[in-house]
């Protein structure tokens, strides 16, 4: 059983970019190989079969490819027929040096790139049987000479083709750039209340220890725990407690500047990071937050009332690493709980703070 990307994703997305470049690269080497046979005077059957593979083998690939069962497969059989192909009209050509090059160069190129070095292999296997079957139908002649005719013939192949398969390239490296982007976004954001992770905003937490050591600036940063979260699990349901998450991080999201960073750092604990923040400037923000947090209603559950403890800590030059700075705001949360939650706490602890601002 195919894996279920190359069935219906990859596959056919395979099949339609081919499905443009052996359109182009078919009608352009129709013109190289038109031009090196015109000279031998080939039979008409041979002017049939060179329309055919121009003109008619693209179309069949492609539908052969999207009604396959893995069209991933499909289309790499294809590109082997390509080669072959390839290969029967060299011997035809009776080995004229340039559409030779040109007719087996581009498609070594377009092999390795779709294939790496494992395809180009297979490929060059498939155009040695495509010579061996010209040879049994034409026998074996050699032309040195390439006329100015065919030269003129072979340049569109020579140099749009390229154009083409580099922007077809550069197209696919631009999505898996942006895929990779994404993929490093989710990596390292919470998936219940999009935030930053733990680990995520550990390492923003060192970056801006860093900075602050560096540059000589401040800072603060807050651990909001929600109060008595298990019991809300516990009483109302895990589906109102993820309400309840969501809620705060989108609180946190509204409120804070576009340089704070925040994040769950644990269950029911979130973590702010407030760059260039005095301690006491960042304790009327948290305060202020807590308070808009105490007055959110919950349509599904109105008898639910939720509060936040809140600890802050800013940064200290003699902290000796980030995880200090950390555990000065571990420390105030502790605190924050001890005195009956539902406060603002600084470090070091002094009396918590249950101040009514004005809002943000």
């Known amino acids: 059983m195919a894996p279920a990307q190359y069935t219906t994703g990859k596959g056919l997305s395979l099949a339609r970019r081919l499905y443009k470049s052996r359109i182009l690269g078919l009608g352009l080497g129709l013109l190289c190989v ?19 593979n121009a003109f008619v083998w693209p179309h069949l690939a492609y539908q052969w490819a999207r009604w396959s069962q893995v069209p991933f497969r499909a289309e790499y059989r294809n590109l082997l027929v390509d080669s072959l192909l390839g290969g029967f009209w060299v011997a035809a050509m009776q080995f004229n040096p340039l559409p030779l090059v ?15 070095v494992r395809f180009f292999l297979a490929g060059c296997g498939a155009q040695i049987l495509g010579i061996g079957i010209g040879l049994g139908v034409f026998g074996l002649s050699f ?4 006329t100015p005719q065919q030269l003129y013939a072979c340049l569109p192949m020579l140099t749009l083709y390229p154009m083409a398969l580099g922007y077809i390239c550069y197209q696919q490296a631009a999505t898996l750039g942006r895929h990779k982007r994404e993929l490093l976004a989710l990596s390292r954001t919470d998936s219940l209340t999009g935030l930053l992770n733990h ?41 109102a407690g993820d309400v309840v ?19 769950r750092y644990g269950g029911d604990e979130f973590c702010v990071i407030l760059p260039d923040v005095p301690l006491e400037h960042a304790a009327d923000l948290m305060e202020a937050l807590r308070g808009r947090f ?22 200290n030059p003699m902290h000796e690493d980030a995880m200090d700075w950390l555990n000065d705001a571990d420390q105030a949360l502790y605190a924050a709980k001890t005195a009956g939650r539902n406060n603002v706490t600084c470090h070091p602890p002094e009396r918590p703070s249950r101040r009514v601002l004005n809002p943000l």
């Open 143 to 146: 032309t040195p000479l390439t």
């Open 245 to 263: 998450l969501r809620q705060l991080s989108k609180l946190l999201r509204q409120n804070l500047r576009a340089s704070d960073q925040a994040g």
């Open 34 to 52: 038109a031009a090196g046979m015109w000279p031998l005077q080939p039979a008409p059957w041979v002017w049939g079969l060179m329309l055919f």
């Open 199 to 239: 680990g995520a905003w550990k390492d923003q937490l060192e970056i801006e220890f860093q900075r602050c050591q560096r540059q000589a600036h401040g800072g603060a940063i807050a651990l909001i725990d929600i109060d008595h979260f298990k019991a809300i699990n516990d009483t109302y349901g895990h589906v």
């Open 102 to 116: 040109t007719t087996l160069g581009m498609m070594a190129m377009n092999n390795i790139a779709l294939g790496g």
């Open 294 to 315: 105490a007055a959110l209603g919950y349509e599904q559950n109105p008898a639910l009332q939720v509060s936040l403890s809140i600890g802050l800590a800013a940064f």
